[in-house]
């Protein structure tokens, strides 16, 4: 599988310096290996999720009971997600650490993909919705940092788009 497991270490090992112990996630091509080690790590919860919309729910209970998490999804599980997003997330200021699989964008080769690629940065602009990439290893862990730490202080969703660069091996 062409995904990078040494890239998906370095973002799973990031989030987890960043006290994430509860991860939401729907099977996702580039999430395989992600959603695997957090299957595999005792110290780690992950919710298996029906739709993406469930995991706002589930990070709101996890913010309630002093838990970090984070949504793991594909683009198009974030725009699935949007009424809880924003009338959940939003409305009550719950922090959301979304990270988002950019598919759709430059070097995408699957047509169905590149609608969603097309809207993803307009839609989270119009949110209000503050987001990153992540398109390097290096730059990886210093990312994730930040936007947990913004989404905690300021009490709203924070999105990291996971780049093709990053999690793509060719």
């Given at each position: 599988m062409p995904v990078?497991?040494?890239?998906s270490k370095i973002v799973y090992s990031a989030l987890k310096e960043c006290g994430v112990r509860i991860m939401s996630a729907l099977p996702e091509t580039w999430l395989v290996h992600l959603i695997r080690m957090a299957d595999d790590d005792p110290e780690m919860t992950l919710v298996r999720l029906a739709k993406?919309?469930?995991?706002?729910?589930?990070s709101a209970g996890a913010h309630f009971a002093g838990v970090k998490s984070a949504m793991?999804?594909?683009n198009?599980?974030?725009l699935a997600?949007?009424?809880?997003?924003?009338?959940?997330?939003?409305?009550?200021?719950?922090?959301?650490?979304?990270l988002i699989s950019y598919r759709g964008t430059h070097g995408e080769r699957d047509p169905w993909?590149?609608?969603?690629?097309n809207v993803t940065e307009p839609v989270l602009r119009a949110l209000g919705i503050p987001y990153s990439f992540l398109d390097s290893p290096e730059s990886a862990a210093r990312r994730i940092?930040?936007?947990?730490?913004?989404?905690?202080?300021?009490?709203?969703?924070?999105?990291l788009l996971l780049m093709r660069d990053l999690m793509w091996e060719e």
């Open positions: 990078s497991v040494a890239n993406e919309e469930e995991g706002v729910g589930i793991l999804m594909q198009h599980g974030f997600a949007i009424n809880g997003i924003v009338s959940f997330a939003h409305l009550y200021k719950i922090p959301l650490l979304m993909q590149t609608q969603g690629g940092r930040q936007a947990q730490t913004l989404a905690e202080s300021s009490l709203q969703p924070v999105a």
